[in-house]
């Protein structure tokens, strides 16, 4: 079965420009999640998703960041304007969600997305 | 509200020890706990995970225990190799029900990276 799948693995750009990151979950999965790794805070929950509805984006850091979803099998994270700072890896997760009898929470990671802003 | 506390890293042992990696845990409801590991360049994948006290979750020569007594979710390996060389992480969730309306989020410790040497 495919795992998390996202797009593109490496993205390198100037600040100011708009920054597109794609997430495809596997099939069947509710729940999905966008977290941010950095050596200075590590791993941090930014938004995430339930039936592609937002349920909590109180990690979102400012208004530059944004996440959609648009059906069950895909989402984007989006920055704009990018700055140096946004630097980081990002990585997409799904489970299977809320009121399912066989969740335990278990994630499901994709390989990330390592961005570059300079 | 959740948390993990894992032991402060970096770890650095010889091939064969002896590895314990310690994580405590505080949570409302009944968590499942997971122990994740990130391979250099990779995203996070479980290792193991144990969702009920006195559970065993073991992988890979790895093993961990739930103990609801003292809050804990030790990660242990008998003979460390090279190959295991990564950050690893210990997390919980607790999962959404209609009775405790649980965040299923998934609440990470900061990590531990450990690296083995020949």
């Known amino acids: 079965d495919a795992g998390v799948i996202q797009s593109p693995r490496h993205e390198v750009t100037e600040m100011g420009q708009e920054v597109t990151l794609r997430c495809k979950p596997i099939?069947?999965?509710?729940?999905l999640f966008w977290y941010r790794q950095t050596m200075m805070r590590g791993l941090e929950l930014l938004i995430y998703?339930?039936?592609?509805?937002?349920?909590?984006d109180s990690g979102m850091p400012e208004d530059r960041f944004s996440a959609k979803m648009p059906n069950a099998s895909f989402s984007t994270l989006k920055i704009q304007p990018s700055e140096p700072r946004d630097s980081a890896v990002y990585f997409c997760?799904?489970?299977?969600?809320?009121?399912?009898?066989?969740?335990?929470?278990?994630?499901?990671f994709g390989e990330g997305s390592r961005l570059t802003v300079l | 509200g959740n948390s993990v506390t894992q032991m402060e890293g970096p770890v650095t042992l010889s091939e064969e020890a002896f590895l314990t990696i310690n994580c405590t845990y505080t949570?409302?409801?009944?968590?499942?706990l997971f122990w994740y590991v990130q391979y250099p360049g990779e995203g996070l994948q479980l290792l193991l995970k144990?969702?009920?006290?006195?559970d065993k979750g073991s992988n890979k020569g790895f093993e961990a225990t739930y103990r609801k007594e003292t809050t804990s979710f030790h990660l242990e390996k008998g003979s460390v190799q090279v190959s295991d060389s990564a950050v690893y992480f210990c997390?919980?969730?607790?999962?959404?029900?209609?009775?405790?309306?649980?965040?299923?989020?998934?609440?990470f410790g900061t990590g531990t990276r450990l690296t083995i040497i020949p």
């Open positions: 949570a409302t409801g009944y968590p499942s």
């Open positions: 144990a969702t009920k006290a006195d």
């Open positions: 997390a919980l969730s607790v999962p959404w029900t209609i009775s405790n309306f649980g965040n299923e989020k998934l609440t």
């Open positions: 998703f339930n039936n592609n509805v937002p349920i909590d």
């Open positions: 997760a799904s489970s299977l969600g809320r009121g399912t009898v066989l969740n335990t929470g278990e994630l499901f």
């Open positions: 099939s069947g999965h509710n729940s």
